[in-house]
């Protein structure tokens, strides 16, 4: 007998949505649709978005110092710290972690680049041949990257387009830097290629050169160093894996994650986080109330058709599905046509970058998208959910506030 009343139900729903095609709540019911397809189609778009802006700065950011950095533990601001030795003994039992994928040594030098008309203060980063420096070479926007050997001093240096266009250098200049330290000291580097992460405030500071130039210029031996930087697996595990890298590590030293060194960058990617919440629940409601609102216009349409179904032994849930169903359908369709637009808009974007953007305000120069699968599909279950819970209210009164005589009377 159930089963019969829910085939019953949906028949009746059916033929309600279709006699809507013909009265007045037809155009409420197209605003509904296109509401609940507008909200889902943003949402779409704003989580891809702010996945998108995080993916690309972290990997920005990681690129250019790892996801950990491990240093001599000291108040010292400046980029002349104390050297650690580079073959230490704790680094077998950090490559033992599970999380973590590759350590490799770093130097920086602080300098002034001099040129014929200009002057500009740098930080040289010198690396060695066991570097990962894919993310420059993804980043190139012309000549190569460092070829490095253990045998001898590479003169070639890296750096980003900003420098090159103040300082008219390009690839195959020569570049002169001066070190100020007790006995001043320069060297000439030949820039061998340009770079441009869009990161202003690092594309300003940092270039690349050979680690055997920032160990002579300090006077170190071969085997020191500033410190090691750490690249992990699961971003995820970040602050669990740099947690257990400062047990291992001596006192004397300080493992610090890209998180820490980079606060005020992470914490204006956190904003993104809290608006993503507000703008989630702000469009929730937006869509409930609309199909709330189509709702209690189809039960007030419908009035006689709700007498009529009590005289012929319809009970208050009986009615109560009839007029969840038709809800349903408005709330699918507006769902498909949503999900549609806001992935295909997406993926356009993705592609075609047809939205751009000031990399100096932004660090990136069109609008990234990261379509995380997870994401659409909690979007429509959390609006699913809760509008149907919230649909649930109206109709448990339709039953129970319509007068059977009077009802049939309006027809």
């Given at each position: 007998?159930?089963?019969?009343?829910?085939?019953?139900?949906?028949?009746?729903?059916?033929?309600?949505?279709?006699?809507?095609?013909?009265?007045?709540?037809?155009?409420?019911?197209?605003?509904?649709?296109?509401?609940?397809?507008?909200?889902?189609?943003?949402?779409?778009?704003?989580?891809?978005?702010?996945?998108?802006?995080?993916?690309?700065?972290?990997?920005?950011?990681?690129?250019f110092g790892s996801h950990i950095e491990i240093s001599?533990?000291?108040?010292?601001?400046?980029?002349?710290?104390?050297?650690?030795?580079?073959?230490?003994?704790?680094?077998?039992?950090?490559?033992?972690?599970?999380?973590?994928?590759?350590?490799?040594?770093?130097?920086?030098?602080?300098?002034?680049?001099?040129?014929?008309?200009?002057?500009?203060?740098?930080?040289?980063?010198?690396?060695?041949?066991?570097?990962?420096?894919?993310?420059?070479?993804?980043?190139?926007?012309?000549?190569?990257?460092?070829?490095?050997?253990?045998?001898s001093t590479s003169n070639e240096a890296i750096i980003?387009?900003?420098?090159?266009?103040?300082?008219?250098?390009?690839?195959?200049?020569?570049?002169?830097?001066?070190?100020?330290?007790?006995?001043?000291?320069?060297?000439?580097?030949?820039?061998?290629?340009?770079?441009?992460?869009?990161?202003?405030?690092?594309?300003?500071?940092?270039?690349?050169?050979?680690?055997?130039?920032?160990?002579?210029?300090?006077?170190?031996?071969?085997?020191?160093?500033?410190?090691?930087?750490?690249?992990?697996?699961?971003?995820?595990?970040?602050?669990?894996?740099?947690?257990?890298?400062?047990?291992?590590?001596?006192?004397?030293?300080?493992?610090?994650?890209?998180?820490?060194?980079?606060?005020?960058?992470?914490?204006?990617?956190?904003?993104?986080?809290?608006?993503?919440?507000?703008?989630?629940?702000?469009?929730?409601?937006?869509?409930?109330?609309?199909?709330?609102?189509?709702?209690?216009?189809?039960?007030?349409?419908?009035?006689?058709?709700?007498?009529?179904?009590?005289?012929?032994?319809?009970?208050?849930?009986?009615?109560?599905?009839?007029?969840?169903?038709?809800?349903?359908?408005?709330?699918?369709?507006?769902?498909?046509?949503?999900?549609?637009?806001?992935?295909?808009?997406?993926?356009?974007?993705?592609?075609?970058?047809?939205?751009?953007?000031?990399?100096?305000?932004?660090?990136?120069?069109?609008?990234?998208?990261?379509?995380?699968?997870?994401?659409?599909?909690?979007?429509n279950i959390l609006i699913i959910t809760i509008s149907?819970?919230?649909?649930?209210?109206?109709?448990?009164?339709?039953?129970?506030?319509?007068?059977?005589?009077?009802?049939?009377?309006?027809?």
């Open positions: 007998m159930a089963q019969i009343f829910m085939n019953l139900s949906n028949y009746i729903s059916r033929n309600i949505s279709t006699q809507t095609k013909d009265r007045f709540s037809k155009p409420i019911v197209y605003i509904s649709i296109i509401s609940v397809a507008l909200g889902v189609s943003v949402l779409i778009l704003v989580f891809a978005i702010t996945s998108g802006f995080r993916k690309e700065i972290e990997n920005k950011v990681i690129g001599f533990f000291d108040d010292n601001a400046s980029y002349q710290k104390t050297p650690i030795e580079k073959n230490a003994a704790f680094l077998t039992q950090i490559k033992k972690l599970d999380n973590v994928k590759k350590i490799q040594a770093y130097a920086l030098k602080a300098g002034i680049i001099k040129t014929s008309d200009e002057i500009e203060g740098i930080v040289l980063k010198g690396l060695d041949t066991h570097y990962d420096v894919s993310f420059f070479q993804t980043h190139l926007v012309r000549g190569k990257v460092l070829h490095l050997t253990d045998t980003s387009e900003s420098l090159a266009n103040k300082l008219h250098l390009d690839t195959g200049s020569r570049m002169l830097v001066y070190f100020v330290q007790d006995p001043p000291r320069q060297r000439m580097f030949r820039v061998c290629g340009i770079y441009k992460s869009e990161l202003s405030s690092f594309d300003q500071t940092y270039a690349l050169c050979d680690l055997k130039h920032i160990q002579k210029l300090n006077d170190w031996n071969e085997h020191q160093i500033d410190g090691f930087e750490i690249l992990l697996h699961d971003f995820s595990q970040l602050e669990k894996t740099n947690t257990l890298i400062n047990q291992i590590i001596p006192f004397h030293l300080i493992s610090q994650t890209i998180v820490t060194r980079n606060q005020d960058l992470f914490n204006w990617i956190g904003l993104f986080d809290q608006n993503i919440i507000v703008l989630l629940v702000l469009i929730i409601i937006v869509i409930s109330i609309s199909v709330i609102s189509t709702q209690l216009t189809l039960m007030l349409e419908q009035i006689p058709t709700i007498g009529i179904l009590k005289t012929l032994g319809c009970t208050n849930q009986h009615i109560r599905n009839i007029f969840l169903h038709i809800s349903s359908r408005i709330l699918i369709k507006g769902l498909i046509i949503g999900n549609a637009i806001g992935l295909i808009l997406c993926l356009i974007q993705k592609h075609f970058h047809l939205i751009k953007l000031n990399p100096d305000n932004y660090y990136m120069s069109h609008v990234p998208i990261d379509i995380v699968w997870y994401h659409p599909v909690l979007i149907l819970f919230m649909l649930s209210f109206p109709t448990y009164f339709v039953g129970r506030k319509i007068n059977i005589t009077d009802s049939i009377r309006l027809e």
